[in-house]
């Protein structure tokens, strides 16, 4: 059962029905018991990774928590413990292709052996982390209810694609008292609908260009046409499905962090990477980078650098050691492949060469007298970071390295435009992606510039408001991508 | 000591009115690079030793929190 079938939108407002039925102080069993009805539809008996893992989440949580003298030790043997799943079920053949070669020396051989892997295990792995983690550092007290810990663990909404939560901000909104409010009700039911536009409109659409465009390694302007409509579709995609498990998350009166803040406003990469998939840079931060930042190594490193006379070398330094750790994590997160191991260190070595580099562009800044302060000057700091991230998503769309390697090879071939319609769109359709993409441009122009699209929706008559919601509704009917002939494409993030 | 931590923060990232910033996470005018050298930075300068628990946003908004912080480490 995906998120975007008839089937889950029938689920929701039954669990919803029973949930806001059930008394206030029991409702978080109608959540666990909706979540793992959920989990059994997509995963069948493989849910029991899940359980496992929460399990050992609990128990070493309150080791941790009783045993001050040996808390270390616990944490590192849970941790690695519970990350031995995700390396057995998900990286078992990255991992052999790696160590063969050399266990081959010796005469031997790791095994592969292709696994189902269970959904959501990369974004649960990571919040198991951060609650036996957050638990150490005294940040979060250990639950005591086994059951209320794993329906935070199992919770549908953000079980296929996130966002990534922390049990510590999680605890109260989960299960604290909830009331039905009619006004958030609608205004969740527009997120959602917004959502579904985004996926089912726009992703879709251009998915069928792009798939085909990549499947026959197209050259040229179709080549670049692709890579774009690549970064639309996976920002349509993984957003869109964001917007439906917020929406879906707030009927139940909780709310999910933001994952996304507009980030093709971002005038840099590191303020694009604050703005695309948060929850996952806001995870890194605190669990990798701040961790090996603090270090004795790497603030024995930092002293000595500081005696360089070159402030930027010294910080290039500092910074490089930490991030290197976090963009290769950030890659490998993504897929157990070589190619998205190259796309994390494709973002670390620009955001290096940032660092390193800035003196130099701050004199050419001063020397051109350049105004970095005007509009025009903001617009060309977004083109070049889009410009950016569309390479990395080029990167990141290919089969693997191989691909990406001789299609870049086709990107100088500009001059050469295979026939557009070819790849399975037509005129109609060329024009719907692009009037909703406008649609979906002019909502996030006007949230960047401070305005609540959502308020300010609720605000009008209720007319007008009707207006919107049937607008909304049909559009997805008429356009969405679905019907004899198609099969709504999983999300994207739900792979990883 | 807020002479001292001001120092500090310029030393990091000059040319801001640190005085008078009080949401210098929320509206990342310093970000997550320049809050590890402030933190080497204040843990020589003032011989405390900030760890990863210490890692709270609030711990670092202005000049009174990263006072605060000081204080309590001291």
Redesign the interface.
Known sequence: MSYITLKFLIFIVLLMGIYYLFPKKYKWLVILCGSFYFYWLLSGKIIIFNIIATFIAFITAKLIEKNNKHKKGILISSVLLILSFLALLKYNNFISSILNPIMNIFNFNIPYKKFLIPIGISYYTLELISYLVDVY???CEAENNYFKLLTFFSYFPKLIEGPICKYRDYKEKMFSEKHFDYEKFKSAWVLIGYGFIKKLIIADRLGIFVDNAFKSNTTGMVLIMSIIFYTIQIYCDFSGCMNIVSGVSELFGIELPKNFRRPFFSKSI?EFW?RWHITLGDWL??YV???I??SKVN?KL??KV?KIKWKHIA?FI??AF?LFFVWFLNGLWHGASLKYVVYGLYYYILMMLG?LLKPLLDKIVKLFKINTKVWSYRFFQIIRTIIIVCFGMFLFRCDDLNQFIKLSQGLTNTFITNNIFAFGLTYQDFLVSGIFIVIIFAVELAEELGYNVREKLNEQNLIFRWIVYLLIIFSILIFGIYGRGYAAKSFIYGGF | MRKEIIDVLNEVKPGVDYENETSLITDEIITSFDVVMLISLLNTKFSIKITPMDLLPENFESIDSIENLINKLK
């Open positions: 550092r005294k940040k590191e604050r931060k605190e980078f701040y961790p930042s603090l603030l930092n002293e500081r910080r500092t910074v930490p660092v």
